[in-house]
Each structure stands twice: as C-alpha cells, then as structure tokens.
Nanobody, 125 residues
C-alpha cells in the first residue's frame, strides 16, 4: 500500500519560515517527480513547486518565486519545501504528490498518481 505523508506544517507569523517534508512508503519516492500543491478554503488546489526525480530540474509557481524552494534527498527518500517570508495568503493545506514518466504538465493535479493527506499551514498577520 502506497502512503505519501507530509509533515512540518503549523502556525507561523507573517515573515516567518516553515520547512515541509514529504516521505513515502510502499513506493520509492526517488523514482518519481514530486510536486507540492496547496488548497485554501473555498479555492481550487493550486500548484506550488515540483522537482524532477534526479533533482536536476525544478519548477516554482510565480507567486512564490524568491520565497519558496524545493529540494530532495534521495538517500532519505524525502522531498522538502522550504517556505520563507510567509504571508497570510500562503495559509492553506499543503499537499505532496508524486508523478512518474515525464517532468511535464506539472501544474495539473490529475497528472499525479499519489497524494498525501496534506498538512495545514497557517500564517497569522
């Protein structure tokens, strides 16, 4: 059984930082491209960042460029989302997702076959 698990969410003041982690069991995460999405109440799920299975390529959504960074440690089978200078509008449930094959169509949630349950990030003003 495949499980993708996010961790590291929490409550932080505006301007603060959080580091989210994504781990998996039942699947070797290093064999997959991994993306982070977020969903705020009443809004659609939106793409935040993705990293290729080797870590050589990354894609960051324009609205978080310069503040968020994605990385992976294939030795530990984990992927991280470093979030700096957080803003209240970053408040959302953050999801980790894995996709295989090509490092393309990254912004489409339907391209990802495995999803975690999400971790809540709340940024207070």
């Amino acid at each position: 059984q495949v499980q993708v698990v996010e961790s590291g969410g929490g409550l932080v003041q505006a301007g603060g930082s959080l580091r989210l982690s994504c781990a998996a069991s039942g699947v070797i995460l290093r064999d997959y491209h991994v993306g982070w999405f977020r969903q705020a109440p009443g809004k659609e799920r939106e793409f935040v960042a993705a990293i290729s299975w080797t870590g050589a390529s990354t894609e960051i959504a324009e609205f978080v460029q310069g503040r968020f960074a994605i990385s992976r440690d294939n030795g530990k089978n984990t992927v991280h989302l470093q979030m700096n200078n957080l803003k209240p509008e970053d408040t959302a449930v953050y999801y980790c997702a894995a996709k295989d094959q090509y490092f393309s169509r990254l912004y489409s949630p339907s391209e990802y076959g495995y999803w975690g349950q999400g971790t809540q990030v709340t940024v207070s003003s």
